[in-house]
């Protein structure tokens, strides 16, 4: 595994909402590379196959069974191919799944496994707040025969829902309209949107609330099976279509969405230590001690011009009555013996420079060597990570045409 | 370190102390018109209040013997979110819920439960809105004679002996509200003697009581049935009405007893003859002497008031300038107030930054609501002329 970031991503969902298809339905649509430029990888083979196993249970016509017991922790790596096909992790996210009943349930079975939302949410990287699609389109509706339902949604699931988001600081958080296959060809999201806005208080407050603090909001419909897979029946139940095949509608917005802010900021993390690491010097000077540069200092020029003078002055330019003097001979010979010591010494000194200049030599290629191995590194992540944030930014855009009211930011509120 | 309030709630069975308590966290639980939030501090206790005000509106009712009736004890923490998204905590709300049962079935006396009231700030005493509706239709029946001989008066009787300040809750105003005015309540619950006579007491230690009546789901959201239920108007949604008064109310009226009871400390050690009089009475009558205002007692006496009244001097002076306790409260001078208050409590938001400064701006908004409920309700002030 390589050492990308991780982001922890929370969807805040009461049971039912469709977390978990979600979930699976994302997977399956991004797990190839092909129209986006980069696929996601599930670090477990167990939890590919389980991922895989919901799926074909959707294929069926049928739902996996809600989430029961623990909190369940899916890690994804987004990668990118690079031109030469080499698979290049660019980043990696936590979808952080658990039983919806959590959220509302007093006597919820999964009691035992409370999971701390808050402590969780404190944590997270970015947090999806799942509106469930078919409460939605009841609520569209207003059947009198779906008071029931409708009233739970608004006074338990929503307030419930909207206290956690309350609680999330500067992260990004956006809001997720899950079947909207159930919607799409009878309400607009304009329409949906200004309902929500009008008659549900705890929504509009905590969006006003994020929206005048800056943090960018927006109302994201998805659906996870597509339009025309299934249709709703009179009891309530969903029949799949005969024939008819599964085609997720921008389940990987949200995430493009969540996502993008997170990985814009490591792009400049990364461009940063780009700078640092070309600026970061790399040619080593050799390096003496004291004594060492002292001898280095005079085998350099003081003893080499002393042994001159020594060969010139007083053995060559020796008057001739002088050579005969055996004390003067004696002191020659001591001279003529020093200087073989200094010469030797010089020698070593020299020996000992050009050792330490190749050590230098050697590290400086080293620390070059270093130094566009980390750039490659940087540069390839930096590269991989640009991929994907074009990518989103690419799917980001595509949402701003086709849902200009998808922007909770603006108008209406 | 964050103060708490203690409000001891008293309420026949069937009163619906929990509703109102789910009620009044359905209205406050998300920072929104006024800019401060509650939060349960038990995740299972948020979780049932949250199903109990769906049952309120979906007309479930709770299953029989489930964990909620087992609580007695509600903590609220009261936070406000700065501009930044930051959340700090301003104080906290404690609510006592004493049993329905042991308040009107026992007579006796009840030590323990004295101790509670003396150390609360407030008493919410929870007024069943449609056995009021039936008294004020003078019909003869169960309900109002229940009301009559047990509720009220088994309630007035646990408090009478305290100065704790009351605030009376009728439920349910969407009933009453159509037909009745609240002054016309007033009048009618001032008949009943024991009532009378503790408005009397508490008008007489300047300990505040009111009268607040408040919704669960406000008008126009259900229409009610001769059969006592409740039909829906479709479409509509419930929107709980001025169930933020009570709770806004706890600390200036808290504030106000607290100082009246110094005051009274003091004109009473003024009179005692030299030799009888403590150390701690010389330090009142020194200090105190000419105090007057709320702000003046505060100034001088602050030191001698419990903890959780130990604020800083701009909580007082917003607190102070609603408590001149039964006076000058003109409907232009409130209309001059709202304006100023809710300007000042916009500029405070900005300033938000840690527990004191929260603090100060959820006060600001506490006394935007008492403002308000004044405004609307003037007769809420149980004072006697």
Avoid at chain 2, 345 to 369: C, G, M, P, T
């Amino acid at each position: 595994m390589s050492n990308v970031n991780n982001y922890d991503i929370i969807t805040l969902g009461t049971s039912g909402a469709g977390k978990t298809v979600f979930l699976s339905s994302l997977f399956k649509s991004l797990s190839i590379q092909g129209e986006h430029r980069f696929f996601l990888e599930v670090s477990d083979s167990k939890m590919e196959r389980l991922l895989n196993k919901f799926y074909s249970e959707i294929l069926s016509g049928g739902w996996p069974a809600g989430t029961r017991g623990d909190i369940q922790k899916w890690v994804f790596t987004c990668c990118v191919k690079n031109q030469n096909l080499e698979q290049y992790p660019a980043c990696q996210f936590t979808y952080i799944d658990y039983a919806g009943g959590l959220l509302t349930d007093v006597d919820s079975e999964d009691e035992g496994y409370d999971f701390n939302f808050d402590q969780e949410i404190e944590k997270a990287d970015a947090v999806l707040a799942l509106l469930d699609g078919l409460k939605l389109l009841k609520f569209m509706e207003g059947k009198e025969s779906d008071n029931r339902d409708v009233d739970n949604w608004m006074q338990r699931d929503i307030p419930s829902l909207m206290r956690r988001v309350q609680k999330c600081k500067k992260i990004p958080v956006h809001f997720v309209i899950s079947k909207w296959d159930l919607l799409a060809n009878k309400y607009t999201l304009l329409e949906v949107r200004n309902r929500l806005l009008e008659k549900v208080n705890e929504f509009k407050n905590v969006v006003k609330n994020r929206a005048d603090a800056n943090c960018p909001v927006r109302l994201i419909p998805i659906s996870s099976i597509g339009v025309n897979f299934m249709t709703p029946q009179a009891d309530g139940s969903m029949k799949k279509v005969s024939g008819a095949v599964l085609n997720p509608f921008q389940v990987e917005v949200p995430l493009a969405f969540v996502l993008t802010d997170s990985l814009q900021a490591k792009i400049s993390q990364l461009k940063m230590e780009q700078e640092e690491i070309s600026r970061r010097p790399t040619e080593i000077k050799p390096k003496y001690g004291f004594l060492n540069r002292l001898d280095q200092l005079l085998s350099n020029t003081v003893l080499p011009s002393y042994n001159a003078l020594i060969n010139q002055f007083l053995i060559i330019n020796l008057p001739e009555k002088y050579k005969n003097n055996s004390a003067l001979k004696e002191l020659i010979k001591l001279t003529e013996q020093s200087v073989k010591v200094v010469d030797k010494k010089i020698e070593r000194t020299q020996e000992e420079v050009a050792r330490k200049q190749e050590q230098a030599a050697q590290e400086t290629a080293r620390l070059r060597r270093l130094q566009e191995e980390s750039l490659k590194v940087v540069n390839d992540e930096e590269t991989a990570l640009s991929h994907v944030v074009n990518s989103f930014t690419h799917i980001q855009k595509k949402l701003a045409e086709n849902f200009p009211e998808s922007d909770l930011g603006g108008l209406g509120i | 370190m964050v103060n708490t309030y203690k409000i001891v709630s008293l309420g026949a069975s069937g009163a619906g102390k929990t509703v109102f308590l789910s009620s009044m966290f359905k209205a406050l639980s998300i920072q929104g018109d006024y800019t401060f939030f509650l939060e349960v501090e038990d995740r299972t206790k948020e979780k049932i209040l949250n199903a109990i005000y769906a049952n309120v509106v979906t007309g479930d009712s709770w299953p029989e013997g489930t964990r909620y009736s087992e609580v007695s004890e509600w903590t609220f923490t009261c936070r406000v979110q700065a501009p930044t998204l930051e959340v700090y905590t301003a104080c906290r709300f404690t609510y006592f819920d004493y049993a329905g049962g042991r308040l009107t079935d026992s007579n006796e006396e009840d030590p323990e439960f004295d101790r509670i009231v003396e150390e609360a700030t407030t008493v919410l005493g929870l007024l069943d809105g449609r056995k009021i509706y039936e008294l004020m239709k003078e019909a003869k029946n169960f309900s109002v004679d229940t009301f009559l001989k047990k509720d009220l008066p088994s309630i007035v009787k646990r408090i009478r002996k305290s100065t704790v300040p009351i605030h009376f809750v009728i439920s349910k105003w969407d009933l009453i509200e159509d037909e009745f005015s609240l002054k016309q309540v007033r009048e009618r619950l001032l008949k009943i003697p024991e009532f009378q006579e503790l408005i009397r007491m508490r008008n007489a230690a300047n300990s505040p009581v009111r009268l607040i009546p408040v919704s669960s789901i406000g008008s126009g959201f259900a229409i009610p049935q001769p059969d006592g239920g409740m039909k829906k108007i479709s479409g509509a949604v419930p929107r709980p009405f001025q169930l933020e008064a009570p709770l806004a109310c706890v600390l200036p009226d808290g504030l106000q007893a607290r100082i009246s009871a110094l005051q009274k400390k003091q004109g009473e050690i003024e009179k005692m003859p030299i030799g009888t009089q403590n150390v701690f009475s010389g330090i009142i009558s020194v200090f105190g002497r000419t105090s007057q205002t709320v702000l003046d007692v505060f100034g001088a006496l602050a030191f001698l008031l419990p903890d959780e009244y130990q604020f800083a001097r701009p909580v007082v002076t917003v607190l102070s300038r609603g408590l001149s306790y039964g006076v000058g409260k003109h409907e232009q001078s409130l209309a001059e107030r709202a304006e100023k208050l809710k300007q000042e409590r916009e500029a405070s938001l900005k300033l938000v930054k840690d527990e004191a400064s929260s603090l100060q701006h959820a006060v600001y908004n506490f006394a935007v609501i008492e403002n308000k409920l004044m405004r609307n309700f003037p007769e809420s002030e149980l004072i006697l002329t």
